[in-house]
């Protein structure tokens, strides 16, 4: 099947250079921080993580945002999904990928990586991660290709399919669920040290992956003859919108939580990211555009008017795709190191090199996106030509 | 062809099963050559032993200048790089210029307000105001870092010691965010061309891993004291929290010690008597 992505228009070589030139530019950023170690970040002795694992943090979600196309489709058999279905399958599958990479490149010894497998440690949350975000990216390889495969062939999918695909919804919960897990379970991060975490991670997870594959929809009817579907796209809008609202609704409550109760070691974080703390605000204004992006897409797909709307609508997806990142990718980390355990204020930006590695890696992902696109896209061309 | 296909497949399997079925008696024998307290013990018999060590700090007893003795001699003894450090141009040329929020340190001074963030308040005795507190890592009897390390290369003694293994940590800097007191350093760069002078007794350690005191594990199986202790003017005694007679025990007894960050139940080992 793979032969289908060795064949294309100009544009689509055009973009896949693009993607490797990226790739390219990323790889020698990366080689620098491998042979002089992570000096090269703008991370530090207080904000032991940045960039890279808030990129992770954000992907994992939008992998499992996966499950919203998966769920509907399979457990209660919405047919509108059914052309779908195997785009969620595969957004998954690059996603994954990036997260393995995004884990890689912050790896301080990569060259040791498999010392994790060599003595696996059960009471790290670590070890349970590697595991769900292992499991899922297989399950979603085998199912996504052998469907494909099978809808190819013009004949039904084998029926060993069906518990995998079945397996992989609470897999696709799993996986950030316990990325979650990797930070609320830790003792003195205020930020994080909160039952709610993973359900928010969770819900902003189910709003940003459908919100995607919107986007990745418009892509579709643009470039290719396939037609994913107006219906299923507003299906997918609905989603998004009440999960994004879920979201922000989950924030609202650990604000009140954390204002109300007044307890100074959860307080600080949230002033540092809300409002700036003892003169440091570099977040402030990311925060609250990431906030506003959220509320204002969740405001233009509630109204049924707005979602309707064909030029809006991927509009309306891009702000909370935006908002989320921000909310999640940018916030979520930064904001549980600052301050840090002992009350210091260290601030953290990315420098240029690590936003190159990760530019990089955003390019392998929709390299293999744009490739496992294709395919879907065509066999469904073929079938219905 | 098919035939010996089938047969070189198998060959090759044979030594992949051999290969997995001696991996577990290699880490074993592995495991029991490094050396664990007990095997020390048999060879030294001035080992300094304990069931659980643990440490307390006399702030009463502590200056500045004691303190950055204290600080001194064991970055000094455990090769821990020192970012001010000029760089000896021939042995490592072309080194790039620091960055001061990636240093690595043990112990260090803080103000009380950090070292105890939960203990803060607008009416402090004053004198605590300009004391140094010694900030180190804690030994946690329920250590967060332990229960985070994905390889095990952060792991408890027996005798309550949290020890690393620089050879097998993989740099995922999960102990740093699980560690509530910012005991622990990463090697974001190569800490050689920082070292004024290398300690060839301590192993210096290679860019990429986390490092933290070791509570002068290397010391006490020699039967010496750590060097902290050694420094500090009477100011910082180690000895075994579990023996009701010992010097740390004693200490406990006659005086209001604090520990940071208690409520967090990590259980740390570290007392300061105020």
Known sequence: ?385 | MMEKSRRSFLKVAGIAAIGLGAAPAMTFSASDSHGTAQAVKGKNHETLTAHRWGMVIDTNKLNEEVAANIVKACHKAHNVPDFNHEVDEDKFPNTRPVNHKQEVKWIWEEEFHNAFPDKEDEFLAEKFKHLPFLATCNHCKNAPCVKACPTQATFKRADGIVLMDFHRCIGCRFCMAACPYGSRSFNFRDPRPFIGEVVPEFPTRTKGVVEKCNLCAERLARGKQPHCVEASEGAIVVGDLEDPESEVRVLLNENYSIRRKQALGTEPSVYYVV
């Open chain 1, 1 to 385: 099947m793979l032969e289908i992505a060795l064949k294309g228009s100009k544009n689509y070589w055009l973009w896949i250079v693009l993607l490797l030139a990226v790739m390219g530019a990323g790889a020698l950023a990366y080689v620098d921080q491998f042979m002089n170690g992570l000096m090269t970040t703008g991370m530090s002795r207080d904000v032991s993580w940045g960039f890279y694992i808030a990129n992770f943090t954000f992907l994992v979600g939008v992998a499992a945002g996966g499950v919203m196309v998966v769920i509907p489709y399979y457990l209660h058999d919405y047919e509108r999904f059914h052309r779908i279905t195997i785009l969620g399958e595969f957004l998954a599958v690059a996603c994954l990928i990036m997260c393995l990479l995004f884990i890689v490149v912050d790896l301080g010894q990569p060259t040791r990586m498999l010392n994790v497998l060599l003595y696996p440690s059960p009471k790290s949350m670590l070890f349970y991660d590697m595991l769900v975000l292992n499991g899922y990216l297989f399950l979603n390889i085998v199912i996504g290709w052998k469907v494909l495969e099978a809808e190819r062939n013009q004949v039904e999918p084998p029926a060993w399919t069906k518990p995998l695909i079945y397996l992989s919804i609470p897999f696709a919960i799993g996986i950030h669920t316990v990325t979650a897990y990797l930070y609320c379970g830790l003792p003195g991060r205020g930020y994080w040290l909160t039952a709610v975490l993973a359900p928010r991670f969770l819900a902003s997870a189910f709003a940003a992956g459908p919100a995607f594959l919107i986007i990745l929809c418009y892509f579709i009817r643009k470039f290719t003859k396939f037609d994913p579907g107006w219906d299923a796209m507003q299906t997918l809008a609905k989603i998004v919108c009440w999960a994004i609202i879920a979201n922000l609704f989950f924030f609202v409550c650990e604000c009140f939580v954390v204002f109300y109760s007044g307890i100074p070691s959860h307080m600080a974080h949230l002033q540092y990211l809300l409002f700036g703390y003892h003169g440091y605000h570099a977040l402030v204004p990311w925060m609250w555009s990431g906030f506003i992006l959220m509320t204002l897409g969740a405001v233009f797909l509630i109204i049924p008017k707005l979602r309707n709307n064909k030029t809006l609508l991927p509009i309306s997806c891009a702000m909370i795709f935006i908002g989320a990142w921000i909310d999640k990718g940018l916030g979520m980390i930064s904001g549980g190191f600052v301050p840090s355990p002992l009350h210091h204020v260290t601030e953290y930006a990315p420098t240029g090199k690590e936003i190159m590695v990760t530019l990089a890696i955003y390019a392998t992902g929709l390299l293999i996106l744009t490739v496992l696109f294709k395919l879907a896209t065509t066999v469904k061309e073929e079938v219905r030509g």
